[in-house]
């Protein structure tokens, strides 16, 4: 007999596609800052939406690195982070989709929710609109496949 608490799948980003990410997003932050520094276009206007495109490159990457650090865990009560947020319960998990053709984080899965639920993205590992949840980015592909055939055998109370 297990508890509901016990975690039956994990799905985490890995270091180096982590590190590829976060990188990425940083050095497009950077190097948009310093083109508008360095290089300023004649338009004030152009410079400044450099700067904005700098700066909100600058806070992905941040949210992103802080995102990358949880991970998504899988128990019989439903989806939650490793710091305990709720992502989705069991009990609202009306279809699960991890086709070639649908619209999913890289390497992920997607849910549909019986009902709306509050939007909330966090960069690289998952986000929730509406009724829509995707769980995947720089996550390992075998992490959410397993985590997407344990979910779906969940549904159907096959374990």
Do not use: C, H
């Amino acid at each position: 007999m297990t508890s509901d608490s016990e975690i039956l799948a994990i799905v985490r980003a890995s270091p180096g596609r982590r590190v590829l990410g976060v990188g990425a997003m940083g050095i497009l932050g950077l190097l948009t800052v310093y083109v508008a520094l360095a290089r300023p276009p004649d338009a004030l206007v152009w410079q400044a939406f450099l700067l904005l495109i700098g700066g909100l490159s600058l806070w992905l990457a941040d949210a992103m690195r802080r995102a990358t650090a949880l991970a998504v865990e899988l128990t019989r009560d439903g989806l939650r982070t490793s710091d305990g947020e709720v992502i989705a319960p069991l009990d609202q998990i009306e279809t699960l989709d991890r086709g070639i053709f649908a619209f999913k984080p890289s390497n992920g899965f997607l849910i549909k929710l019986k009902k709306k639920a509050p939007a909330r993205w966090r960069p690289g590992l998952w986000w929730r609109f509406g009724k829509r949840i995707g769980v995947g980015g720089v996550t390992p592909g075998a992490q959410s496949r397993a985590m997407a055939d344990i979910v779906t055998a969940l549904m159907r109370d096959d374990i």
